[in-house]
């Protein structure tokens, strides 16, 4: 990996391998910055189970005291309960210690504005200028504030706004049979209490001990699920769920262990919202046209982002939108309970779904109009990115193309998103049609694009 894939300091806020590259010091001075730029008063703090967020959490904290802010530490808590938890206290601001998905030697700074919403484009430029030139605010002795600690509320918080959206009686009823994979993450307590004592389900629960490290890839995806699936299966279950460590995302496995494509699972979630609330939809570009059939089939549009989820939570808000996504991202964004990915949401949806229909999870997802995907990645060199992307778009001239984020091409029924990936020196690739042979011909064609226009043994 090149070394400036180690420590990156730019519009998404700050994340690197810690250590070496992301220190306690630099932390610190992100904090003053922080607390500079939001105008001192309260920000609230909270982190991920890595092993270095204790450490980050304080050098962050100390920031924000030297810039005259008052703390509230949260703790080890899910992302989307300290976003929610900003947006409901009035505070300025928030800081969830966290790297997500990424492997646990790295960690990073989430940053979130009084609404409890990442940080605009706008925001982050500023933050960043002001970081760069450290024109930052010293307290005066008079100014310091201190450090308050509430472990409880912002869960409480949480739960009561995803239960304001659900039939809880209905699920609860039911009394259906759950398997978990927690990751070890940042939700593995709140989780197990989510799903027995408010929905009233059977847990056989793995990797919920938020004080043992990640025990598999941290990102939730069907390889790296293994171990769910043959608890579905070892244990009869009627549904599987699995976060990341952070607790945003959310993958879920059907009760033969199958673990479903996000996409489809964005899906299912979006024909819940669509059935009970008005407004339209929003999704990045990468995400399935499963989505436009489901938001046709309710007479609602369907809007699309560059990958990101501050690029769809932004245009969730300039729409209206009453639900978005990033469908192989795992993220489902419901404002109603709050503009974040949320992985509670997810498995309340589902769980009321299930409670609904009577149907079976395969069932669920056996009803969605099919269509077939690929997802792949490619390594590139610095510097051939835009040779790269005309030579992809001068073989295709019949296609619709978007640029809007590396490069989208539209045929009906089938398309191609190529893009770069923010975080290492990969172009990602991602292919659908409504036949596998269409498919397996694009994404093949593509690849073969994109390896033939550089120097050879780049593929991975
Ligand atoms: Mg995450």
Redesign the pocket.
């Known amino acids: 990996m090149r070394r400036e894939h180690l420590l990156k300091i730019g519009v998404s806020g700050i994340r690197g391998v810690v250590g070496e590259f992301l220190t306690p010091a630099l932390a610190c001075s992100f904090g003053q910055a922080f607390g500079s730029y939001v105008g001192r008063g309260r920000v609230i703090v909270g982190r991920d189970t890595r092993a270095t967020g204790e450490m980050l959490q304080h050098a962050v904290q100390c920031g924000l005291l030297a810039a005259g802010c008052e703390v509230i530490d949260v703790g080890v808590l899910p992302?989307p309960t300290i976003q929610m938890y900003v947006g409901a206290t009035g505070a300025h601001g928030g800081i969830a210690v966290?790297a997500?998905?990424n492997p646990p030697e790295y960690n990073a700074l989430k940053l979130f504005n009084g609404h409890g919403l990442f940080f605009n484009h706008y925001e982050r430029t500023e933050l960043i200028d002001l970081y760069h030139q450290s024109d930052f605010y010293q307290a005066g002795n008079d100014e310091i504030r201190g450090i308050r600690c509430d472990y409880e509320s912002p869960a409480l918080l949480h739960i009561e706004r995803v239960l304001r959206h659900v039939d809880a009686a209905l699920i609860r009823k039911r009394r259906f049979r759950v398997a978990l994979d927690g990751v070890n993450g940042a939700a593995s307590v709140m989780t197990p209490r989510f799903l027995t004592e408010t929905l009233g389900c059977r847990l056989d629960a793995i990797s919920v001990d938020p004080t043992k490290p990640f025990p598999r890839e941290a990102e939730p995806r069907p390889d790296t699920l293994g171990d769910l699936a043959a608890l579905v299966t070892a244990r009869g279950c009627e549904i599987g769920f699995a976060q990341?460590?952070?607790?945003?995302?959310l993958a879920v496995a059907d009760e033969n262990g199958r673990v479903l494509d996000n996409d489809d699972v964005l899906a299912l979630a979006v024909d819940a919202a669509l059935e009970r609330l008005p407004g339209d939809v929003v999704v990045n570009l990468t995400t399935s046209s499963v989505i436009d059939d489901i938001a046709a089939a309710h007479g609602r549009k369907v809007f699309r982002t560059p990958v990101g989820e501050a690029n769809v939570v932004e245009m969730m808000q300039a729409v209206n939108a009453v639900i978005g996504g990033e469908g192989s991202n795992g993220g489902i964004i419901f404002p109603a309970v709050h503009l974040c990915?949320d992985s509670f949401t997810g498995m309340a949806f589902l769980l009321e779904r299930m409670a609904k229909t009577g149907a079976t999870v395969s069932e669920l997802a056996a009803g969605l109009p099919r269509y077939y995907r690929k997802l792949g990645k490619v390594a590139f060199e610095h510097g051939a990115l835009g040779t790269l992307m005309q030579g992809l778009e001068d073989r295709f001239p019949d296609a619709e193309a978007d640029r809007s984020d590396g490069l989208k091409l539209q045929w009906p029924g089938r398309w191609v998103h190529v893009r770069a990936s923010n975080t290492e020196p990969l172009l990602r690739l991602a292919a659908e049609a409504r036949e596998v042979s269409a498919m397996e011909d694009l994404y093949g064609t593509v690849t073969a694009l994109l390896l033939n226009g550089q120097p050879a043994d780049r593929a991975e």
């Open positions: 992302t966290t997500s998905h990341d460590p952070d607790g945003d995302r990915r």
